[in-house]
């Protein structure tokens, strides 16, 4: 007991261990539970026939990939807006790593409305791609673009202290050996980016699994066409489909806690990295 006693920074140990404790058990550990055992409380049959069902899988199937590619392209969109914010000065700079997290201040709904009226058909921007034939609203190519929205600070924020880390010197000698630009970056920048960017990326591919309001109103929220894994959850409930609701639920916890374990061994493996260099 001593050796907490002499690392720790707040008073009485004891007492705020357990109230840390407690509060993560009142908060998110007994919520969980009740959603774990309210999952699988129920007969096999009932839990495969709700995970299993068409609908189901369709949700699932949609809500995996577009939340993959839309953190996929917010991972190389994010490193642009990340090296540009570090590594450059230009007027009006603070004000863009500002609005880097109005995504995260802005509620949900508030974002899908806008994001709705901009790419509508008669919108800013979606009158122009009517034209091109492309249709962003009431398609997963909406769900796409409101994800991307959701998902890019996550990118950004997680690079930017990695950049700010990077020491030119080593681009520089990189130029002084002969290595071009690409070279450069393939070699000595990418590596040493690739794990703040492997875990932004994972934990805007979690975020992105879970989203709800900014994805409702563009989707248009269509069965077995544009219809996300969360709305199914809140359809069912509205059904008093509990179970059914419960069990897809609990898969979408599994897969959230799995995202989170890849983010911790992502960070683990980082500073192993680090350690050795």
Request: hydrophobic letters at 55%.
């Amino acid at each position: 007991m001593s050796r907490f006693r002499q690392h720790s920074v707040i008073p009485g140990f004891g007492l705020t261990l357990g109230y840390t404790v407690s509060y993560l058990g009142l908060i998110v550990l007994i919520p969980l539970a009740a959603l774990v055992a309210k999952g699988t409380n129920q007969p096999w049959a009932d839990f495969r026939a709700a995970v299993f069902d068409p609908r189901t899988l369709a949700a699932w199937r949609l809500t995996l990939g577009t939340s993959f590619f839309a953190a996929l392209i917010d991972a190389g969109f994010g490193l642009v807006v990340a090296w540009t914010l570090v590594r450059y000065d230009f007027p009006g700079r603070r004000l863009v790593d500002a609005l880097i997290d109005v995504p995260f201040a802005l509620p949900t709904a508030v974002s899908g409305i806008a994001l709705t009226a901009i790419y509508a058909q008669n919108g800013w921007v979606g009158r122009w791609l009517q034209l091109l034939g492309i249709q962003v609203v009431f398609s997963p190519l909406g769900i796409v673009v409101a994800l991307m929205f959701i998902g890019l600070p996550f990118i950004v924020r997680s690079l930017q202290p990695s950049l700010q880390d990077l020491d030119p010197a080593a681009e520089e000698a990189a130029a002084l050996l002969g290595a071009s630009r690409f070279t450069a970056f393939r070699r000595v920048i990418l590596p040493a980016l690739q794990p703040a960017l492997v875990a932004g990326f994972v934990t805007a591919f979690a975020r992105c699994l879970g989203e709800y309001g900014s994805v409702i109103f563009i989707s248009g929220n269509m069965p077995m066409k544009t219809e996300i894994a969360s709305l199914l959850i809140v359809t069912k409930l509205e059904q008093y489909d509990y179970a059914g609701a419960s069990a897809i639920a609990l898969l979408m916890l599994v897969s959230s806690f799995l995202l989170l374990f890849m983010v911790n061994f992502a960070q683990w493996w980082s500073t192993r990295r680090q350690e050795k260099l």
